[in-house]
């Protein structure tokens, strides 16, 4: 089925997008836009692959619009092996958001048929999307964050906390009390291993927090529970070229209680600030801290660092190594307010 797309004078590059985690459709948007751009490129050409919610590869012969992509499994020819798909493939552009995406699955998968990917490998992906253990990381090497608690699924399935040192507190009475007395209201629940905001809820309350509890659980058995830092939301986005380099700021701008996931990919919900209003000298700080984290986390090749600033003080948040390439994604216009736009940035990815 390659053979009757390929072009031999181009390097195939497959775009992975779509997925089975919740962000199937931010995944297509994102993958419109990358294999738009590949497409402008003189040595590239784009295999377009969408994966459906249950796992299945497909081969999209559709056009590249934006709408037409929303209707991929009208005009996709299933991979039925997929092992030897990939064997004619160059690279592979994971577009993927979320679990078996940005968690290190799809990449241990590559490494194991030794097929080049762009973005980071299997370690540093899951321990980005893993935001308990990417707070562990972070503390380790000194890096300011929001205070938190983790909270996990044991195996009969009862919740539990752990401390730090990995002691149990089993009694939901006793770590309901520990999160008020160390954390507070308001404070927020995130799933440890979700993206795009989904499944997190601002709790303002003690009657708030158990069901938040339950709701994050739905989405994974582990959770962290996080005191609300009340700073601007700033963010920096990351390239490993021929050299790591940190772009110009963004910020977020506060028109919700949280960073929705509506307010990250719906047109017309939010314009991000670029750049950021911001002290030289604080910027030249957060860039240097975002570099760190990626260098923390063993990632490679390109991220986006989330922060919040409170008089001065940084907090990092989260590092996506998978972020958006939507319209309205953050790491493509940091970049291209940088002075790389999004053709040329593609390119750098790829090479």
């Known amino acids: 089925m390659l053979k009757k797309l390929a072009n031999k004078n181009k390097h195939k590059v497959a775009i992975l997008f779509g997925g089975m985690s919740t962000e199937h459709d931010v ?5 419109y836009n990358v294999i738009y751009n590949i497409m402008k490129l003189k040595d590239y050409e784009p295999i377009p692959v969408v994966i459906s919610r249950n796992g299945e590869w497909y081969l999209y012969h559709g056009a590249i619009k934006k709408d037409d992509m929303i209707k991929w499994f009208d005009n996709a020819e299933q991979i039925t092996n997929i092992e030897s798909f990939l064997r004619h ?18 990449q241990g998968m590559l490494d194991m048929m030794k097929v080049p990917y762009v973005g980071s490998g299997v370690l540093s992906s899951a321990l980005a999307m893993d935001k308990v253990y990417a707070k562990m ?30 002691t149990c507190v089993n009694e939901q009475r006793e770590w309901m009390q520990h999160i008020e007395q160390n954390i507070g209201y308001p404070c927020f629940v995130k799933p440890s291993n979700s993206g795009s905001s989904i499944g997190i809820n601002k709790v303002l309350s003690k009657e708030e927090l158990l069901p938040a509890i339950l709701e994050a659980l739905k989405y994974d058995d582990k959770i962290l529970v996080e005191e609300e830092i009340k700073g601007r939301e700033i963010e920096c ?8 380099q940190a772009s110009i700021l963004g910020e977020v701008p506060k028109n919700d209680s949280f960073y929705s996931y509506d307010a990250k990919y719906k047109e017309g919900c939010l314009e991000p600030i670029i750049p950021a209003d911001l ?3 604080l910027v030249k700080e957060i860039q240097e801290i975002a570099l760190r984290a990626f260098k923390a986390l063993d990632c ?3 991220a986006r660092v989330d922060f919040f600033v409170v008089d001065n003080l940084i907090y990092i948040n989260e590092i996506n190594t998978l972020p ?22 593609i390119g750098k990815l790829l090479s």
């Open 27 to 31: 995944s297509i948007q994102s993958a």
């Open 89 to 106: 493939i160059d690279k592979v552009f994971p577009v993927l958001h979320g679990l078996y995406g940005e968690d290190g699955t799809v």
């Open 137 to 166: 990381i972070f503390e380790q090497v000194g890096i300011r964050q929001a205070k938190y608690v983790y909270l996990k699924n044991d195996l009969e399935g009862k919740t539990i906390m752990l401390n730090k040192d990995f």
């Open 237 to 244: 986005a990351v390239l490993e070229n021929d050299k790591l």
């Open 279 to 281: 002290d030289l000298v």
């Open 300 to 302: 490679r090749h390109f």
């Open 324 to 345: 958006g390439f939507t319209a309205q994604s953050m790491y493509p216009k940091l970049w291209e307010a940088s002075g790389i736009p999004y053709e040329e940035l």
